[in-house]
């Protein structure tokens, strides 16, 4: 089985792992990698989203923050505070340090971000095939007002510095209309036998991958069933401030509104249900927790088979749950 995944950071990490687990080794995984996120600090390329993936997949995550390296120091963040350099509120551990660096050698030598995640990936052994959006240079920036002054920061700055407590008015993937695809994802959609959306970010992580010319048509066009897993619990994110950007592109935080956003691939064009003003529409499944089995006749009411099942990845074990019940949805539109 081939399975296309379109993973942010965290949790699209977490629930590759128990992806892994519930198919085992003989199934074909590849991961189309936000890049939205890359920040260029200390003169360094930093990619969190693709780290973070390879880190969790490779057993050096630091399990309790969800990013960064297990059992980490960080002499090298606190000589660079002596001089006076920052900024200080983005946090690079000794060891993630030594990432960045080589990665940052390889680009200049001229080697594509593709081929420089694939280097590292040698490494990790992540067990899947990890491929970044596009090797061009896309980074989301948010439009916020501060100080009586619109102005567009980073995401990292947004999410991390600021802790998105200022309104997110607009998200905008800086370059992504003039990035291409890199090298293998748009063949990797054509030849998948199941996509899938992880319950990541759907503005700047999946959505910012989808903002990629080519990508979101390859995914509307495919011949495998796509389906998704809602980030979303109970009106709230399961993990982070997702709530903040759904808001910024006119999203209510529920379940019910992320899915009619992506929309339904079943739905006729020019109809509401068909991708939230974004053109065609993706899915053909949608997972839902069975805190919101509420939302399953909405959803299916915007054209977009649903189902309700337990979505808190609090383990791996119950993460592979997941995974299986997105497959077997895949299954059923399938059929049907």
Same mark, same amino acid.
Request: glycine share 12%.
């Given at each position: 089985m081939r399975i296309v995944v379109l993973a #942010? +950071?965290?949790?699209?990490?977490?629930?590759?792992? +128990?992806?892994?687990?519930?198919?085992?080794?003989?199934?074909d995984i590849t991961v189309i990698g936000n890049t939205g996120d890359d920040i260029h600090l200390f003169g360094l390329k930093v990619c969190p989203d693709l780290d973070t993936v390879m880190y969790t997949l490779g057993g050096g995550i630091h399990e309790e923050q969800g990013w960064g390296r297990a059992d980490e120091s960080f002499a090298v963040k606190d000589e660079l505070k002596a001089y006076g350099v920052g900024p200080e509120w983005f946090g690079l551990g000794d060891k993630d340090f030594a990432t960045h660096i080589v990665r940052t050698q390889m680009l +200049?030598? /001229?080697?594509?971000?593709?081929? %420089?995640?694939?280097?590292?990936?040698?490494?990790?052994?992540?067990? %899947?095939?990890?491929?970044?959006?596009?090797?061009?240079? %896309?980074?989301?920036?948010v439009l916020i007002e501060q100080d009586g002054a619109k102005k567009a920061v980073h995401f990292q700055e947004f999410w991390v510095k600021l802790h998105a407590t200022v309104p997110a008015e607009a998200i905008i993937p800086v370059g992504a209309e003039s990035a291409r695809p890199?090298?293998?994802?748009?063949?990797?959609?054509?030849?998948?036998?199941v996509?899938?959306?992880?319950?990541?970010n759907p503005v700047v992580s999946v959505g910012t991958i989808l903002a990629v010319p #080519?990508?979101?048509a390859a995914v509307a066009a495919a011949a495998a069933p796509v389906v998704g897993l809602s980030p979303i619990i109970g009106a709230a994110p399961v993990r982070g401030m997702a709530d903040?950007?759904?808001?910024?592109? &006119?999203v209510e935080t529920?379940?019910?509104a992320v899915a009619r956003h992506y929309g339904s691939r079943a739905a006729a064009p020019g109809d509401?249900? /068909? &991708?939230?003003?974004?053109g065609a529409g993706l899915l053909d499944g949608w997972l839902v927790d069975e805190a919101d089995a509420d939302a399953v006749a909405e959803v299916e009411a915007a054209g977009i088979p649903c189902r309700a099942v337990p979505l808190w990845m609090t383990d791996v074990e119950r993460t592979a749950a997941m995974a299986r019940a997105a497959l077997e949805l895949a299954e059923a539109v399938r059929r049907a």
């Amino acid at each position: 089985m081939r399975i296309v995944v379109l993973a #942010g +950071g965290i949790g699209g990490a977490r629930f590759l792992r +128990g992806l892994k687990e519930a198919v085992g080794p003989q199934a074909d995984i590849t991961v189309i990698g936000n890049t939205g996120d890359d920040i260029h600090l200390f003169g360094l390329k930093v990619c969190p989203d693709l780290d973070t993936v390879m880190y969790t997949l490779g057993g050096g995550i630091h399990e309790e923050q969800g990013w960064g390296r297990a059992d980490e120091s960080f002499a090298v963040k606190d000589e660079l505070k002596a001089y006076g350099v920052g900024p200080e509120w983005f946090g690079l551990g000794d060891k993630d340090f030594a990432t960045h660096i080589v990665r940052t050698q390889m680009l +200049g030598a /001229g080697y594509p971000l593709s081929a %420089v995640t694939e280097a590292l990936c040698a490494r990790w052994q992540p067990g %899947v095939r990890l491929i970044p959006m596009s090797d061009d240079r %896309v980074e989301t920036h948010v439009l916020i007002e501060q100080d009586g002054a619109k102005k567009a920061v980073h995401f990292q700055e947004f999410w991390v510095k600021l802790h998105a407590t200022v309104p997110a008015e607009a998200i905008i993937p800086v370059g992504a209309e003039s990035a291409r695809p890199a090298p293998g994802v748009l063949e990797a959609i054509a030849e998948a036998d199941v996509i899938l959306f992880p319950p990541s970010n759907p503005v700047v992580s999946v959505g910012t991958i989808l903002a990629v010319p #080519g990508i979101r048509a390859a995914v509307a066009a495919a011949a495998a069933p796509v389906v998704g897993l809602s980030p979303i619990i109970g009106a709230a994110p399961v993990r982070g401030m997702a709530d903040k950007v759904l808001a910024a592109v &006119g999203v209510e935080t529920s379940a019910a509104a992320v899915a009619r956003h992506y929309g339904s691939r079943a739905a006729a064009p020019g109809d509401a249900s /068909g &991708g939230g003003g974004q053109g065609a529409g993706l899915l053909d499944g949608w997972l839902v927790d069975e805190a919101d089995a509420d939302a399953v006749a909405e959803v299916e009411a915007a054209g977009i088979p649903c189902r309700a099942v337990p979505l808190w990845m609090t383990d791996v074990e119950r993460t592979a749950a997941m995974a299986r019940a997105a497959l077997e949805l895949a299954e059923a539109v399938r059929r049907a």
